[in-house]
Each structure stands twice: as C-alpha cells, then as structure tokens.
C-alpha cells in the first residue's frame, strides 16, 4: 500500500509540474526558487502560488483519497455504500485550501476515470459515471470548493467550517439523490431516503475526525510557512 501511495504521489506531481510549471519570483519578500534554495510555502497559509512544496502536497492529498475512497461498508437498504472518500477530501481541502484542495479531487476522479480503481468498492471507469452513485462523484467537487472556501477564509472559526462541510455535503446529496432517482427510476423522496438519510451519522463523523486532524495539520504549515 505504501509503494502504490508513493507511486501515485510522483505520477501526480509530475503531473501537476507539467500543466502548472514552478515560477520564479524576484522580487524582494517573495519566494524565490534556485538551484541552491531549498523548497518552502510562499504564504503564512494554504493559497494559490504553487511552489515545490504545494504540488506534493496536492500529489499527497490525492493519494490519500485514492487509499480511502476505495474502503467502504454497504447497508441493506440502501445501493450506495458509505465510502471513507469523503473523508479524504475534508483533510485536503484542510491541508491545500479550496483551490488546491479541489485540483486534489480532480486528480482523483481522473485517475479512477481513466481505469484505477480508486472508487468505492475498488472500482473505476467512466462507465461508473453513469451508474446509480455517479452523482456523488460529481458531487466531490462542489462539496471541495464550498468546504475549502469555508475552511479557507474562515481560518480560526470552526463553526463555520462545520457549516461550509455541511454546504458541500448538502449539495453533494443534491447531486448524487437527483442522479441515483434518475437512473434507478425512484422518486426524489425514495431517492433521498435510500441515498442520504442512512449516512448522515456517518458522515458528520466524518466531519468530526477530518476537523480533529485537519486543524493541527493546517496549523503546522502556517508555522512552517512564517
């Protein structure tokens, strides 16, 4: 498991250096980057300059997602499982903030669509965009820029990240109910029943471990960012 996390953290940082290559910056008070330089964070906190340091924090986040959005636990009543997904992106939008912390999820979906089985139940495929808990996929990506928005500027108010994951959970629901009603021809009532309510206490654990890691992480990289 280590040696495909770490495989999986050089495949995206490599990535992420081809489409976002490092910039230089000269002028004085901002980082700079040479070949004698060791690699640091540009801000006091998670933003939007990318440095060495960022991508393989991105590269990181998306392999953590990778590990636990496979590992999940099915109930009778219902077709979607409870996936630890979740789980992964509430730590990265902690780690990156909303913009990284969403190209992190971004990664994610790509690797599983293009044939890793990164989704739940160790599947993957393009193909699993159309089948009954595609909307929930789709749905990571609002739930990452609403919560990291929230986590972001909000840095020291907890109640409000609870409430920004909340948001982004709520719409995630909205995307994955609309969508497993539709495929599986159920109302949006039946839907909601079978597709959100079984999981709410899940998924405000969830909310609970991500803030109790997330927070000291977050904190240490503003230290390290000073």
């Known amino acids: 498991m280590l040696i495909v996390n770490f495989t999986l953290a050089n495949v995206n940082r490599t990535i992420l250096k081809s489409v976002f290559p490092v910039r230089k ?4 008070g901002d980082y700079k980057m040479s070949e004698n330089s060791k690699p640091g964070f540009s801000a006091k906190k998670p933003g939007t300059k990318l440095t060495i340091l960022t991508i393989t924090r991105v590269a990181l986040s998306a392999a953590i997602i990778c590990v636990l959005g496979p590992l999940s636990f099915h109930i009778p ?53 159309a089948g009954p808990t595609g909307g929930y996929l789709i749905g990571y990506i609002p739930l990452a820029l609403i919560a990291g928005f929230f986590i972001s500027k909000f840095e020291r108010k907890i109640p409000l990240h609870i409430q920004g ?62």
């Open 25 to 28: 910056y000269e002028k004085q």
């Open 77 to 129: 009543i219902s077709p979607v499982p409870i996936s630890l997904g979740i789980l992964g992106i509430f730590l990265a939008v902690y780690v990156n903030g909303w913009l990284f912390g969403t190209l992190s999820v971004l990664i994610y979906l790509l690797i599983g669509f293009i044939g890793v089985p990164v989704f739940a139940d160790f599947t993957a495929g393009i193909t699993k965009l």
């Open 165 to 226: 994951m909340v948001i982004g959970t709520l719409v995630c629901y909205a995307f994955g109910t609309l969508w497993l009603a539709v495929s599986l021809h159920m109302s949006f009532g039946a839907a909601l029943m079978a597709g959100v309510v079984p999981y709410i206490p899940a998924d405000a654990v969830k909310m609970a471990i991500s803030i109790a890691l997330g927070i000291p992480v977050r904190s240490a990289i503003r230290k390290i960012s000073a």
